[in-house]
């Protein structure tokens, strides 16, 4: 069936350095991607976008990369910080509905 | 500018009762979405609304959930004869009409059915 997963369910990484957190997606007429950072008992906040005619995009201390070749969808933090400590969900988007994964949790070490 | 608002945030309510949940969406937007999450899960899509009109309630359960977004005042997802599989956390977005891929989520509505 369909559906948008992660490979982790959880992340540890130490203060200062980078971390990646992966997603795989199965629809591949899906062509908009979107990261979401969910803080415990918060709502989702959007992080970065993406969209299928681009392979790449950058923000501040976020980059996304999209691979449509093995419909992969990863998120790289630079130089993580504590603050960066939540869930952190993909989504992609077909026709009227976003589809989420279950999510990572990602805990940065001081 | 206020961001999404929704309340209450938390409910309680005994198996049987109704649940009203609201979301205010931001100004300027007029596209609004309904999820739930359960525990340890992903958000699950309930229901899409433009002011006045129902566009797409694939995700929500035939019977006992309805939403609405009238022309005046917030959204209201309401759940009628709650039961104690309807306990989570159910969110809302919303997006301009210019944008509607870009969505803005509000802080949530913790329901627990006892």
């Known amino acids: 069936g369909e559906s948008v997963g992660l490979h982790l369910p959880t992340l540890s990484v130490q203060e200062g350095d980078n971390s990646i957190i992966n997603c795989a997606y199965s629809?591949?007429?899906?062509?908009?991607f979107i990261w979401y950072k969910q803080e415990s008992g918060k709502g989702p906040q959007f992080i970065i976008d993406?969209?299928?005619?681009?392979d790449k995009r950058q923000g501040q201390r976020v980059t996304v990369l999209l691979n449509k070749t093995v419909k992969h969808l990863s998120l790289q933090i630079a130089a993580t910080q504590p603050g960066d400590s939540a869930v952190y969900f993909c989504a992609e988007t077909r026709g009227n509905q976003f589809y989420f994964g279950t999510g990572t949790s990602l805990t940065v070490i001081p | 500018n206020a961001g999404v608002m929704q309340n209450p945030r938390h409910l309680v309510r005994r198996r049987g009762q109704e649940a009203r949940l609201r979301c205010s969406p931001m100004k300027g937007h007029s596209h609004v979405y309904w999820y739930r999450q359960l525990p340890e899960e992903g958000l699950k899509f309930m229901v899409y609304?433009?002011?006045?009109?129902?566009?797409?309630e694939s995700g929500m359960p035939k019977e006992r959930f309805s939403a609405e977004f009238p022309k005046e005042g917030p959204s209201i997802l309401r759940i009628q004869q709650v039961v104690r599989g309807d306990s989570a956390a159910y969110f809302c977005?919303?997006?301009?009409?210019?944008?509607?891929?870009?969505?803005?989520f509000g802080p949530g509505t913790r329901l627990l059915v006892l």
């Open positions: 609304l433009q002011k006045e009109n129902i566009i797409d």
């Open positions: 993406i969209r299928s005619n681009m």
């Open positions: 629809n591949s007429a899906s062509d908009y």
């Open positions: 977005a919303s997006s301009p009409a210019v944008s509607r891929e870009t969505q803005y």
